[in-house]
């Protein structure tokens, strides 16, 4: 089985990484672990906020598939 744990963002802070490390050792017996760090959708003061968050949703179904 693979397990991926998805994150939205391109520079996570050392806590995502510590958590991540902490889900694998926990975590031991599966075959696959990894983490995925997708891009955040592109957000300005005069964007829509529903389109970056879609574009997230399409990107984490993609990895999902």
Do not use: H
């Not at 994150?7 to 990484?17: F, H, S």
């Amino acid at each position: 089985m693979r397990w991926r744990v998805i994150a939205v963002g391109t520079r996570l802070g050392g806590w995502a990484e510590a958590a991540f490390n902490d889900y694998a050792r926990r975590l031991r017996g599966a075959e696959k672990l990894e983490l995925c760090e997708i891009p955040p959708g592109r957000r300005s003061a005069r964007a829509d906020p529903a389109r970056a968050i879609a574009t997230e949703s399409q990107r984490i179904v993609a990895l999902l598939e």
